[in-house]
């Protein structure tokens, strides 16, 4: 498959960058509770860790670059403890480079612990939501995050809710296609770079646009559009799994194409193998509805099952079956209702 990709990237976030964009993308709210540089420290695991044997004294096999979360369990426990006893187990808790520690249910912490993390470095944050509750937010927020991905040279479309991503040479008309599917009523993602994350363990791959190029679109001999201020709010998609990837390629009276369908090529992104379904353009071919159409084979194989082609060899074989069998019991006849249509 020829399209450009750029190298597979991983990375980590400082807590500054973590905790200012998980309150714009989810309705939760954290408090600080102290005043550390939260850009000195940083998150490197997707993953959580509810301290409990750490606070314990049990650090043998503590997961401290993780982000701790201490519910009710965890600050019950300090809070039983007398005040050396707590101020030791909190000492030793503290003495390991933490990305941070975040308090849930609206826990307390005795401000003497609190001042023992800021002489750490490590930020503390309390919020009213439930442990499972924060637990989840945080973890869907740093799975996405920390996700494998790639940027492709493309178009990435949502045509009739499958998320197509469109493929090719440059030069080859991918954004005029994309273009005329969004007048056509279909949404754009992401036009020329296009950002495609792979969801943790999962075979979801969630294609996202560049920032930066956001939804504008550069069309060869008219410039650039704004696809959100020319269309409307209905014409553009935030994010869409990629569902099917359809390569355009330039017409070669040489070159054998796909007639029947039945040979389902895949093209592998990110480890997950995508269904890949090849057309070659040439003037006066309209990739438009033909993509429409590969969206709606989608669907049907999908939700119903059904193969266009597999229909038709199998309707196909019964009719030679029933031609071979009149044959060996006789003549073959021309069926009457063929007849009529005849005279």
Known sequence: ???????????????????????????????????????NRRIYERDLHRPG?????????????????????????????????????FEKFVKFK?????????????????????????PVYVTRCSSTRTIYTITDFLDEQFSQYQQYHGSMVDVYGVGVLLAGKSGLGKSEVALDL?????GLVADDVVVVKRRGQTNTLVATRNNIIDHFMEIRGLGVVDVRQNFGIRAIRDKK????????????QEAEYERLGLDQKS??????????????????????VIIEVVALNFLLKRYAGYVAAEALTERISNVMNKNRS??????????????DEIE
């Open 326 to 339: 009149d044959s060996a019991s006789g003549p073959f006849i021309i069926p009457e209702y063929y007849d």
């Open 98 to 122: 933490m990305p941070c520690i975040i308090l849930t249910s609206n826990n307390k912490l005795d401000p003497e612990l609190i001042d023992m993390a800021a002489d750490a470095g490590i």
């Open 1 to 39: 498959m020829n399209f450009d990709q750029k190298g597979l990237k991983k990375r980590s976030i400082t807590v500054a960058y973590f905790f200012e964009h998980i309150e714009k993308r989810f309705e939760i709210r954290f408090r600080r509770l102290n005043d550390v540089d939260e850009q």
């Open 267 to 288: 093209v592998n992104l990110l480890g997950v193998d995508v269904p890949l379904v090849q057309l070659p353009i040439f003037p006066g071919k309209n990739i438009t």
């Open 53 to 89: 044997l750490a606070i314990a004294g049990f650090t043998k096999l503590f997961t401290y670059k993780r982000v701790q979360i201490l519910g009710n369990t965890e600050t019950r426990y300090l809070n039983h403890l007398s005040s050396e006893e707590r101020r030791a187990a």
């Open 241 to 252: 799994v990629v569902q099917v990837v359809v390569e355009l390629l330039e017409w070669s």
């Open 182 to 186: 969004i007048e056509r009523g279909h």
